[in-house]
């Protein structure tokens, strides 16, 4: 489809979902023809870009989040234009979205992509650790190792730790990114200990509260907004059957279950499984209480079931990605795993880009 028809099919569905009256509509679309005509492109006014923003993450198959979908605070920043101003509207984002450990789903909007524009944030989550491939093997987190490779080939100084936390790479056009060191005021982490094992503490895990996904599209109406930073909160499992758990991550499930006492040399004693039930209870533990937002796999689970009871009500066909809407953990124990989903692709929505990187 083109600019103008994925623009109509766009005001179409949001107009008559927001109850406005089919004059309005017209009237719209005779508008916005009128500018692609001039321009090449059009403008969304301040509503659409906020209900389309919304939308995109309704219409997220993958993510069982979804239930919060109309609860997102949008920053419109398409009048921010300069890789500076990008980093402060970055940083005011990052503090209103932690708000000190009560953490709003956010999203910040800068200029799509046109003829003329082109905004990317390298970074794929704007709070991150580093990772580093030595002769001996790797320090930190290994699925950071290329981008930080990247970061030092344009001046950024590695510091050959556990938790460096990357610098903002920032593009506009086809510039050289300009690189930016987050504030520590702007970056809150959770330690992680657990509520019973003493030594757990003593392995020295830590994790960042908030994640803010940025390397991903928007696309609203046949619009492309390449740089959208979103965040909401994290589902534990994310961390610790995830991040913290899995081998080419920081692999941690070995030396967790020797500390419990348990022998890892067979699998049949379910050595991995206790450590990762432990590791799981321990990040849901520090998280709230350091009074940081978090939501365990099973409460996701049913959210998610209000949001597809919620959708069918508003007649909607709720559209998921299987595979991906289970927890990592435990995953037949919630009802996600026992039904099937549609995973048709409806726009608006969040899409992968090519890296702006080689
Ligand atoms: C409010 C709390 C939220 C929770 C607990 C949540 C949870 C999740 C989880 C667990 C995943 C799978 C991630 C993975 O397996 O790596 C996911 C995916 C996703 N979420 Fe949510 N989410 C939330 C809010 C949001 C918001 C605010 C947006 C956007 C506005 C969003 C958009 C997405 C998208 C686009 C994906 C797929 C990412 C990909 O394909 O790589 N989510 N979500
Ligand atoms: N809890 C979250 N989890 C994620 C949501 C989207 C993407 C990701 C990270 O996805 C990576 C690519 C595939 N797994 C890791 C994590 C959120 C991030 C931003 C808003 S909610």
Redesign the pocket.
């Known amino acids: 489809m083109n600019l103008l028809q994925e623009a109509t099919e766009f005001i179409t569905s949001c107009y008559q979902e927001l109850n406005k009256t089919q004059s309005e509509i017209d009237d719209r679309i005779s508008e916005i023809t009128k500018e692609i005509q001039i321009d090449g492109t059009y403008q969304h006014l301040p509503f659409e870009i906020d209900y389309g923003?919304k939308v995109?993450?309704r219409n997220?198959n993958?993510?069982?989040?979804?239930l919060?979908w109309d609860q997102?605070q949008t920053f419109d920043r398409r009048h921010v234009e300069t890789e500076e101003e990008i980093f402060m509207a970055i940083i005011d984002h990052m503090k209103y979205a932690t708000n000190h450990g009560r953490i709003r789903?956010t999203?910040t909007i800068f200029p799509p992509q046109t003829k003329k524009h082109h905004v990317r944030i390298w970074n794929h989550q704007l709070i991150r650790y580093a990772g580093y491939q030595m002769e001996n093997g790797m320090i930190g987190d290994p699925s950071s190792i290329e981008f930080t490779e990247k970061c030092i080939e344009l001046g950024w100084e590695p510091k050959y730790g556990k938790f460096d936390i990357l610098p903002l790479v920032i593009q506009v056009n086809n510039n050289l990114p300009k690189l930016f060191e987050l504030p520590q005021s702007s970056t809150l982490e959770v330690e992680i200990r657990h509520p019973e094992f003493e030594w757990f503490q003593d392995l020295e895990l830590k994790w960042y509260g908030v994640p803010l996904?940025s390397d991903?599209a928007l696309e609203i109406g046949g619009l492309r907004y390449t740089a959208a930073p979103?965040?909401?909160?994290?589902?534990g499992?994310?961390i610790g059957a995830?991040n913290l758990a899995d081998e080419d991550r920081y692999n941690m499930l070995p030396q967790i279950a020797s500390c419990m006492g348990i022998d890892t040399k067979s699998s049949i004693s379910l050595w991995k499984d206790k450590a990762l039930v432990e590791l799981n209870i321990a990040v849901l533990h520090s998280f709230r209480d350091d009074g940081v937002t978090i939501?365990d796999h099973h409460t996701?689970a049913q959210q998610f079931k209000k949001f597809e009871e919620k959708e069918s009500e508003s007649g909607r066909n709720v559209m998921g990605n299987w595979a991906?809407l289970i927890?990592?953990m435990s995953p037949a124990t919630t009802h996600i795993f026992h039904k099937p989903y549609k995973n048709d692709t409806v726009k608006p929505n969040?899409f992968?880009q090519p890296k702006p990187y080689s």
């Open positions: 923003a995109a993450w997220s993958r993510c069982i989040g979804r919060f997102m789903p999203i996904i991903m979103f965040n909401g909160w994290y589902m499992t994310e995830r939501v996701a991906w927890p990592p969040y992968y």
